[in-house]
């Protein structure tokens, strides 16, 4: 059996005490990837129980590999959408739901889905292959148009219309490798960066793609509703929009009632973990706790 794990969690030390974990906690990982989260999370939670849930089946399959000397957890492949759903049919209130919304490196490592700049063979994209809409059939059936727009409303890309423009002339593009040459190209005279200059383009076609916003916006308030009094929702997200979302839905929770804000400012991690952990750099984790 195949042992490899890419994934390194973000913020666990951090996750572990902020769930308020004890030994017969019932904890929801909406967003399990590979289970690094939840193996932590088990370890504290001997008599309790740990729901795990992703909607893509190869990734759950190794969050199954990793957390199989332990028999106080489940496994559903659903998105995180579908929590209401599933805690109705285990029949559980969590005292703790946990949101990572960051793409596990099993998907850039392991995965020939295009979601890596070198990725020769793909331009799909999807978390999920039940969804109908891929990254390829955006950038070669779509118009100009509304590739720009999609560009700068998921990846504030402000080199969106120009960006569409060469896109469309160079149909078709068949691989993440050739989207992000052609990027290169149309930005060559722009500074040196760390950052990629595909990374927006990316980002945007990604989050149009798996509906991340539109799902994350679904999910909030139903993961708030399905908490046990004082349970806390913690949710990690990597990019503005995604954190501004998180932000004023909590916010708009508390003002209806149904809470209160725990982290006036977000938890970000320290220099050491993004140090050993590039993929941190960015993470930054909300805390909201349920008071009704």
């Known amino acids: 059996m195949n042992k490899t794990f890419y994934h390194i969690p973000v913020l666990l030390n951090e996750v572990l ?13 909406a967003t399990c990837g590979e289970g690094g989260h939840a193996e932590g999370i088990l370890k504290m939670i001997p008599h309790g129980k740990l729901i795990c849930l992703d909607r893509n089946q190869e990734i759950l399959q190794k969050a199954r590999e990793r957390l199989s ?28 739901i946990l949101a990572d919304l960051g ?9 020939n889905k295009g979601f890596s700049y070198m990725d020769s063979d793909s331009l799909d994209m999807r978390l999920d292959s039940d969804l109908e809409i891929s990254a ?6 779509f118009g100009e148009e509304k590739i720009a727009d999609i560009l700068f409303k998921y990846g504030e890309e402000y080199e969106s219309r120009k ?3 060469a896109i469309v002339r160079a149909r078709p593009i068949n691989s993440a ?11 060559k005279n722009k500074k040196r960066s760390k950052i990629h200059p595909a990374t927006k383009t990316f980002q945007a076609l990604r989050i149009f793609v798996n509906k991340e916003l539109e799902n994350l916006e679904s999910f909030i308030p139903v993961a708030v509703d399905n908490l046990k009094e004082n349970g806390r929702l913690l949710i990690i997200s990597y990019h503005s929009l995604e954190d501004r979302l998180v932000k004023h839905t909590f916010r708009r929770l508390s003002e209806e009632g149904k809470g209160f804000v725990y982290t006036k400012k ?12 590039r993929s941190a750099r960015s993470a930054r984790m909300r805390i909201f706790v349920k008071t009704v």
């Open 163 to 165: 960006i569409a423009n």
């Open 177 to 187: 490798r050739e989207l992000a040459d052609l990027i290169l190209k149309v930005k």
């Open 136 to 141: 390829s059939m955006v950038i070669n059936s």
């Open 266 to 277: 977000p938890i970000i991690p320290d220099e050491e973990e993004i140090k050993n952990n």
């Open 17 to 29: 005490m902020n769930l308020n974990l004890k030994e017969d906690s019932i904890i929801v990982d």
């Open 69 to 96: 000397a332990f028999s106080n957890v489940s496994f559903c492949r659903v998105s995180f959408i579908n929590i209401g759903e599933v805690v109705k049919e285990e029949n559980v209130k969590p005292d703790g």
């Open 103 to 111: 793409i596990s490196m099993y998907h850039y490592q392991a995965v």
